[in-house]
């Protein structure tokens, strides 16, 4: 017999074997009683009286033992011999009972049939051929005993042939349901790893997804709504305790569905978002899917464009200014040399010419916005490239400016265009010493390059002593054209900020808690290309 598990699953089986259980026991049971009241006499009459009393006594005895025993067969053996020992069982049964009279051959169909949902193909119809066998070989020896036995063979016939019957019926609708079953249980696997990569692919989207419901409680946050909104947790949360600005555009939203909700600023610092809302209904309960997009690249990008056009426009016209501001500036040194020339005339030249060399610079910044050449990026040892350049710096700069180096870490490479390092360095620099100079009898930059603990990233800080920038013009010093000071142009953070991100860095703004100012440049990954 083959050593197998049993062909049902894990789950049908032990129901079915504990429903088989059941009907052999209470088959048992009600021949006890049979046997204790007063049909017992009019049984013996017509059959093996002790045979039959001992052999109920047995049957029940012998199947609560097995149903104590046996609650999950590992093998097929085991309910294969279960099975048999049930023919066999009812089989003397059926012979000490008188035959087919007694009705013991009506059960022994029902056994047949429960022990094919078991039992599979041959094995289940050899469960059959010894029933049916055994109620005909069973019928021929009651026959010898008794003649008048010899008229129920064509009712044994009958019942053997029920037996197969119910065999076959059986192992066919078996077969029905295991492949429904196995059907089912593969949809059902085939919906759960759809439902899991559901939920894989919300959570790992850029894109924030919220669900709230009437009270504006947040029902759902992916992962990216969290990221874009500051939050480590708003599932059970009120919206509007965490971002008032949302809950405004959802009632604007609300008041007329047909206008475009305008970008908000979740945190201080954080990207543009860009709020859309779609109305959800489940059951009586109305709902808002809430969807927020970072604009924050394409409103860049959009900027970008914009100087870009403003840059080829100027350029232009930078053109056409130089040639006549050079003549001006070149007749204001000459007419300044004059001996000739009063002081307060001299005065006057020396305005004209500072005002020309002003006008150049900026007309220079704005070609150079307009003619920025493609970064061309180059594996960089970050702590020997700056050791170099702070040598080269020191030795060309002034003789009350002071710039500090100070690095951690052995390795700290990264990718980056060296020459617009050069100009991102010297620009930050040249502002902190500036800055420095105006509090302090020197000016003083420190230079920290570390790799940040949590990003893993090298960061390169440059830091000053001067008066700091104040919290109200924080979030315009990197746009264009914004200046503070009477001389300058308002170009050289912005463009500082673009060749950073020409090359995969960054470069944000952080105040000092002791005093000045702190820019920070957040490196690339060496792995990772323009």
Same mark, same amino acid.
């Given at each position: ?225 969290? /990221? ?131 006008? /150049? ?117 990197? *746009? ?33 808690? *002791? ?16």
């Amino acid at each position: 017999m083959p050593d197998s598990s049993l062909p049902l699953s894990s789950a049908a089986s032990p129901r079915m074997l504990r429903l088989y259980h059941l009907y052999r026991l209470t088959i048992g049971l009600v021949l006890v009683l049979l046997i204790s009241s007063d049909l017992d006499d009019q049984l013996l009459d017509l059959a093996q009286g002790p045979l039959f009393r001992y052999g109920s006594w047995l049957y029940l005895i012998v199947n609560i033992v097995i149903a104590v025993l046996l609650q999950r067969p590992r093998h097929l053996l085991q309910v294969f011999s279960l099975a048999m020992f049930d023919v066999t069982m009812l089989s003397a049964l059926f012979y000490a009972a008188g035959g087919t009279p007694s009705g013991i051959g009506n059960l022994m169909i029902v056994a047949v049939a429960i022990a094919n949902i078991l039992l599979r193909g041959r094995i289940g119809l050899l469960i059959a051929a010894v029933a049916s066998i055994g109620m005909i070989y069973l019928t021929f020896y009651l026959s010898l005993a008794r003649p008048a036995a010899a008229s129920q063979f064509v009712q044994v016939g009958a019942l053997g042939a029920l037996c197969f019957a119910a065999a076959l019926f059986v192992q066919t609708l078996s077969k029905r349901l295991r492949h429904s079953e196995t059907l089912a249980e593969q949809r059902a696997s085939d919906v759960a790893s759809l439902e899991t990569l559901n939920a894989l692919i919300l959570q790992r989207m850029r894109t924030g997804i919220l669900v709230l419901d009437e009270q504006r409680q947040v029902l759902l946050a992916n992962q990216g709504a969290l /990221n874009l909104l500051g939050s480590d947790h708003l599932a059970g949360e009120p919206l509007a305790a965490r971002c008032p600005t949302l809950v405004e555009r959802l009632q604007q939203w609300r008041d007329n569905p047909t206008m475009l909700p305008r970008s908000i600023v979740a945190v201080p610092g954080g990207p543009i978002l860009q709020p859309s809302f779609i109305a959800l209904q489940r059951g009586e309960e109305q709902q808002v899917l809430v969807f927020l997009e970072d604009i924050s690249q394409i409103a860049q990008q959009a900027q970008q464009l914009k100087l870009a056009s403003l840059g080829r426009l100027t350029a232009g016209i930078a053109h056409e200014i130089r040639n006549p501001l050079g003549a001006v500036s070149h007749a204001a040194q000459l007419l300044q040399e004059s001996e000739a020339l009063e002081a307060p005339d001299k005065r006057l030249a020396q305005i004209i010419q500072d005002h020309s060399r002003r006008m /150049n610079l900026v007309i220079e910044n704005v070609l150079q916005l307009s003619r920025r050449r493609q970064a061309e990026p180059q594996l960089l040892d970050l702590k020997y490239w700056l050791h170099r350049f702070v040598g080269e710096y020191r030795s060309a700069s002034g003789p009350n400016q002071t710039l500090h180096i100070e690095t951690h870490g052995s390795s700290l490479q990264t990718r980056m265009d060296p020459h617009q390092l050069t100009q991102v360095l010297t620009n930050l620099i040249e502002n902190g010493l500036r800055y420095s100079a105006q509090n302090n009898d020197r000016g003083q930059v420190w230079l920290r390059l570390f790799r940040d603990a949590d990003s893993d990233l090298p960061v390169l800080e440059v830091l000053d002593d001067g008066p700091g920038v104040p919290q109200e013009q924080i979030e315009h010093i990197f *746009e264009p054209f914004y200046t503070t000071e009477n001389k300058g142009t308002g170009l050289g953070l912005y463009i500082s900020r673009e060749l950073c991100e020409s090359n995969q860095a960054r470069l944000d703004y952080k105040p000092r808690e *002791e005093g000045g100012s702190c820019f920070r440049v957040t490196f690339a990954h060496p792995r990772k290309l323009s």
